[in-house]
Each structure stands twice: as C-alpha cells, then as structure tokens.
C-alpha cells in the first residue's frame, strides 16, 4: 500500500543508521513492528501482581519423570 507521509528527514536518517537498516522503508517497518511490540508489553506488564496462583500448585511435581 502506497502512502504519502511527512516525516522528519533528521530523524528518519538517525533512526536509518542507529538500526543499520538499508531503506527508508525498512527503517519505518522496523519502527512500526517495535512501536507495536513495546505496547504489547505494556500491556502485559499491567497484568502483573492481578493474577492469582494456587499455593498448592507444585510445579516440581511436575517436573518429575515418571
């Protein structure tokens, strides 16, 4: 899908060499897929400390060979 964007030229060249990514667009997918990725694990971390555990769950049992 072709889309025209205005973006920072300073910023795209920047993020180009810190990533060593070759092409404009390499550099913005990159930036998209990692953008999506660090939400996701905000999203996750929100989870933290809301999930109960059984206090009898072994997991060494499970571990066990039978």
């Given at each position: 899908?072709?889309?025209?964007l205005?973006?920072?030229d300073?910023?795209l060249?920047?993020?180009?060499?810190?990533?060593?990514?070759?092409t404009k667009?390499?550099?913005v997918?990159?930036?998209l897929?990692?953008?999506i990725?660090?939400?996701r694990?905000?999203?996750?971390?929100?989870l933290?400390?809301?999930?109960?555990?059984?206090?009898?769950?072994?997991?060494?049992e499970?571990?066990k060979?039978?």
């Open positions: 899908m072709a889309t025209n205005a973006l920072d300073d910023l060249a920047l993020a180009q060499k810190v990533g060593g990514l070759k667009k390499a550099t997918n990159a930036a897929k990692e953008f990725q660090r939400r694990q905000e999203e996750i971390s929100k933290f400390g809301t999930v109960d555990y059984d206090p009898a769950y072994d997991y060494k499970l571990r060979k039978r």
